[in-house]
């Protein structure tokens, strides 16, 4: 038994031996087996044969026969000369047979293996390019699918370096249905011309560069615009591309590595100043959302000849189910929230929000103003606000920044974060009214005892950034953040008064496990520049509106407090509200309920009402309108 048990392993060290020798090897192991078999087999067949020959020499005869049909040697019978000459005859022509299968079938493999690897050509037309991969590649592909509901055939091309049968996955698990939109996927780099050829960038309508974050994230942006910019065809080629790199410094190269007429937009600029518009303005987060998605109102640029000759004032009482809130002039300069006075000139376009393109229509209907429910607001001098910052990331400096354009002289600014060398960059963020005082204080905030000893009800906003101190900002850092809005909530239940809190997260499926009121805000950065982007895509117009909306200067969105312009509990329509917001130079689009302001999805925003309903405001309720800063 023991000899029996040494034997074996020599045996199959031996076997292996010979297999690792190649193609000679497998196929003399695979004859002798054939032969082991096959020639026994044929034997038996002819002793099993009641027919059979009565001679050894025919019966061998009936053997190589049946050997040979199973080899698909022909069989022949004759003298040895003409017995192997038939044989070489049937080998060669077997041999040319074998080979001609299995250069078909490794062809038919390598073609299977390149269409799942993503390497063939998209020959679409009129589609939208995507290059990259990231979070950002969810969102956008729903708000195309929307976008394009009503189109009887449209595709976004992908390209981005990872497998495409796992691209498919991950966007069939997130986005379950893209209706008549079809979405290809492509393996490839984004920084190769030769790969960003295949998805035919030339025969697109729109280019979106994803940022694919990190801390070389900008440079692999640049790296793809210049890389789109040079691949063939594309040099002559008007450039409708888009594209968002984190920080602002590097803006003005990936604009000049785009080219004239594209669009690159500043991440943390545009996220800093969402967070500082939101933590004065409860809600106003899921405005820009609202604006920005395909599903509800969205901004539309539109002619409107019939209105040639009028005056701004006069348009905003135009249109029943739109809302009016600027003008863009023949040549190209956008005006948002125009004086009442303002005429409009022919080959000037309307700027409005309304549910559809189809919408913006002018309306017959014969509206009175209600004048003894207009009111004038009371003057209120502006007096010094105290902000806290929790925790830190790369955009804080902008916030504070961003912030001390807002607030009256003597504000104040505190900012907790657990590290102590930020105290010299918070004291020596540039602020250039000089309004705004920054401190710092090193705490963790995710602890309750840090929180506890802020006296949290002196504070007039708080914003908890999220956290970038392991050097990226996703799924970590908006942990700490749920865990910091559950410590403020805790808290802020005996205060006896509401703790306006604006948070950052990073992905926008934990807004639903976040604890909501009705004064906290959330902004989703990522979300909200794939909405933009989006819109840009199917618009190029929009650029400059959303250019004009996200900065300090000129008009913006606000929500005011609805007892500024109407008699709270009584009942109107909505053109009241609209000619009360005109009278101080504002233009109204909608109005808050704060009953509903927890109520997910829309938190009490109601956009763009139709102006002939009726309705009446409560204490605290407010009107959403356009106004100068």
Not at 356 to 367: A, E
Request: some cysteine; proline content about 5%; overall charge negative.
């Amino acid at each position: 038994m023991a000899r029996t048990s040494a034997v074996r392993p020599r045996l199959r060290y031996w076997f292996d031996n010979t297999m690792t020798r190649g193609t000679p090897a497998l196929i003399g192991w695979l004859s002798l087996i054939c032969l082991a078999i096959v020639v026994p087999v044929s034997a038996l067949l002819v002793w099993a044969d009641t027919g059979r020959p009565t001679t050894l020499q025919n019966q061998l005869a009936e053997i190589w026969k049946n050997v040979s049909t199973a080899f698909k040697l022909g069989g022949a019978v004759g003298t040895p000369v003409f017995v192997a000459l038939s044989i070489l005859l049937a080998l060669v022509g077997l041999f040319f047979a074998s080979s001609l299968v299995g250069l078909i079938a490794a062809g038919v493999n390598r073609k299977i293996l390149d269409l799942r690897q993503g390497r063939s050509m998209v020959l679409e037309d009129h589609h939208t390019v995507v290059l990259g991969w990231s979070e950002q590649v969810y969102p956008v592909i729903k708000e195309l699918a929307e976008a394009n509901a009503n189109q009887r055939r449209s595709s976004i091309a992908i390209l981005a370096p990872k497998d495409k049968v796992e691209m498919e996955e991950l966007i069939r698990a997130r986005v379950p249905s893209t209706g008549r939109t079809r979405v290809i996927c492509r393996t490839g780099s984004p920084v190769d011309p030769a790969d960003i050829e295949r998805v035919n960038p030339q025969g697109a309508r729109a280019v979106i560069v994803l940022t694919p974050g990190g801390e070389d994230g900008d440079a692999d942006i640049v790296k793809t615009l210049l890389a789109v910019t040079k691949s063939p065809g594309m040099q002559d080629r008007p450039q409708h591309l888009l594209a968002a790199v984190q920080d602002v410094r590097n803006r003005d190269a990936a604009r000049l590595a785009a080219g004239a007429g594209a669009c690159v937009l500043s991440i943390d600029d545009i996220a800093a100043r969402l967070i500082v518009q939101t933590c004065r303005q409860p809600g106003l987060s899921v405005v820009y959302t609202d604006l920005l998605t395909y599903e509800d109102n969205e901004f539309y640029i539109t002619p409107e000849p019939k209105l040639a000759g009028r005056t701004y004032a006069e348009a905003l009482m135009s249109y029943a189910t739109s809302s009016v809130i600027g003008l863009r002039r023949a040549d190209g300069t956008l005006e948002l929230n125009p004086p009442s006075e303002t005429r409009i000139h022919e080959g000037d376009e309307i700027v409005a929000i309304s549910w559809d393109d189809d919408t913006i229509v002018l309306s017959d209907h014969r509206w009175t103003i209600d004048r003894a429910a207009i009111v004038t607001p009371a003057p209120r001098p502006a007096r010094p606000e105290r902000t806290l910052m929790l925790g830190w990331n790369r955009r804080a400096t902008t916030v504070i920044t961003e912030l001390d354009q807002y607030v009256a002289d003597g504000s104040v600014i505190d900012v907790v974060a657990r590290e102590p060398e930020l105290a010299e960059t918070v004291r020596t963020v540039p602020r250039g009214r000089g309004a705004l005082t920054a401190e710092f204080r090193i705490g963790d905030v995710t602890e309750p005892d840090v929180l506890r000893g802020l006296d949290l009800a002196s504070y007039d906003h708080v914003i908890v950034l999220s956290d970038d101190a392991d050097g990226t900002m996703g799924l970590r850092a908006d942990n700490r953040t749920l865990v910091t809005l559950l410590q403020l909530r805790s808290i802020a239940g005996g205060m006896g008064r509401a703790l306006p809190v604006v948070a950052e997260l990073t992905d926008d499926r934990n807004r639903a496990l976040a604890p909501i009121s009705e004064s906290d805000d959330f902004i989703v950065s990522d979300k909200l520049i794939s909405l933009l982007m989006t819109q840009v895509s199917e618009n190029r117009n929009l650029a400059d509106l959303f250019e004009y909306l996200f900065r300090a200067q000129g008009s913006e969105i606000y929500l005011k407090p609805a007892r500024d312009y109407v008699v709270l509990e009584r009942e109107m329509d909505f053109y009241t509200v609209v000619e009360s917001a005109r009278l101080q130079g504002h233009s109204a689009i909608g109005y808050r309920r704060l009953s509903e302001a927890a109520q997910p999805p829309m938190y009490g925003i109601h956009l763009n009402p139709d102006k002939t309903g009726r309705l009446r405001f409560g204490e605290g309720d407010s009107v959403i309108v356009m106004a100068g800063s």
